[in-house]
């Protein structure tokens, strides 16, 4: 019989809902990291902008993307705490860390989470990790306590064959999204033998709300020549902003300024795809470098959606083959050997609104136990965009998309 090792991750960014402005203290606090950890996020964008490209390239032109690059690489680095050999390998190819140790990975996504908790007084950012095993099923020690002492993990064994354990997992990935994300598992199989969840908080507003009353209903033009209409908010504020021939974009803050929304939008004939196909690590930093104080007037669509996907075929294009396959070797949980990847999932929700942004994000991978310039701009967001919402010292992407036809589901 075959078993499995689930290994999830939710991420949630809630970036919302308090109606008042609050004061400029943008330069009260730095986000104080290592210059190991300062590799890492660089590591981690560059694992984040190749896998969103990889998942949009694989969809159709008119659909929506949204995934959370900080939740997967997450997800990921638990999965990596059990792996060995050419597995090891892989994994570190496809997470852009093959220059670092083990050890000095986990000590890095602990000071990062760390440091993404507490930048901003203005907003709240809790992170929860936590391991779900079957109480029948034999996992090293050592591997626990990786997790619990760089991860802050909690532990619990559970009787996978009692009914209530499906809804002692789901209750508490519930409990850490704000209900966004109420049920991540909707059943566990006898072959089920370990959950690892890892869940991300963010509550936080628009350094400079939208007025619900400027909000009208405009045209926004889709990339097949048609027209929709859409809710677009609209303001005019100082923002950073940046315009070339490929592009320009808008920079729009968060609560004390250290989290941000970039908006992409692209410039003349050029389509959204054309602006995705030049993001790269080095044009990131060179994009954000760019941006500039102007007084702007910003159009943009309210926005709201859930994406679902398996990244098992990007995570193979990647590199990662060897942990999907037979010979993945991931004997640091259990060492007698037989586990692989048989599915990486990523779940994500989104609303943008005049208030703030709210998202949440969770990544599932399941592992099988087997037998062997001066003066005003305008930026009108009336077509197909990208977005990226970051962390703005370090420059860490949290979350990235693309808007093909904005809507807005309740």
Excluded at 207 to 233: A, I, P, Q, R, S
Excluded at 374 to 399: A, D, L, Q, R, T
Aim: hydrophobic share 40%; glycine share 4%; with cysteine.
């Amino acid at each position: 019989m075959k078993n499995k090792i689930i290994i999830l991750t939710a991420s949630l960014l809630i970036l919302a809902f308090a109606c008042e402005k609050s004061e400029d203290d943008a330069g009260e606090k730095k986000l104080t990291i290592s210059k190991s950890t300062e590799k890492l996020i660089q590591s981690d964008n560059e694992f984040g902008i190749d896998l969103f490209r990889k998942v949009v390239a694989s969809k159709s032109t008119d659909s929506n993307v949204f995934i959370s690059p900080i939740s997967a690489s997450l997800a990921l680095a638990m999965t990596y705490n059990g792996a060995n050999g050419t597995t090891k390998e892989s994994m570190e190819t496809t997470l852009k860390k093959e220059e670092f140790e083990t050890e000095e990975i986990n000590q890095m996504y602990k000071e990062l989470m760390q440091g993404l908790k507490s930048i901003d007084p203005k907003v709240t950012l809790n992170i929860a990790n936590s391991i779900w095993y079957r109480n029948n099923f034999n996992v090293l020690q050592d591997f626990i306590q990786t997790n619990q002492d760089y991860y802050e993990a909690e532990v619990s064994s559970l009787n996978f064959s009692d009914p209530s354990a499906l809804s002692t997992i789901n209750n508490w990935v519930s409990e850490k999204t704000n209900e966004k994300i109420p049920e991540i598992i909707n059943n566990i199989s006898p072959s089920d033998v370990m959950c690892l969840i890892n869940a991300i908080y963010f509550y936080g507003t628009w350094k400079y709300e939208f007025d619900k009353n400027d909000t009208e209903e405009k045209d926004f033009y889709l990339e097949n020549g048609n027209t929709v209409k859409t809710d677009m908010m609209a303001q005019e504020a100082t923002l950073n902003y940046v315009n070339n021939d490929l592009f320009s974009a808008v920079e729009l803050p968060y609560g004390s300024e250290h989290y941000s929304m970039v908006v992409l939008l692209p410039e003349g004939q050029n389509k959204v795809s054309d602006v995705i196909s030049q993001l790269s690590p080095e044009n990131w930093k060179l994009w954000i470098e760019s941006l500039n104080e102007n007084d702007v007037m910003v159009n943009l669509p309210k926005f709201k959606f859930m994406f679902e996907d398996s990244l098992n075929n990007e995570l193979i294009d990647m590199g990662m083959g060897n942990a999907f396959s037979a010979m993945a070797d991931f004997t640091k949980i259990n060492p007698n050997g037989g586990l692989f990847i048989s599915m990486v999932k990523q779940k994500a929700y989104i609303d943008v609104n005049e208030t703030g942004t709210e998202a949440a994000a969770v990544t599932v991978v399941e592992i099988e136990l087997t037998s062997v310039e001066g003066g005003k701009k305008y930026f009108i967001v009336n077509k197909p965009f990208g977005f990226v919402i970051m962390e703005k010292e370090s420059k860490s992407i949290i979350f990235i998309g693309k808007v093909a036809k904005p809507v807005y589901e309740e």
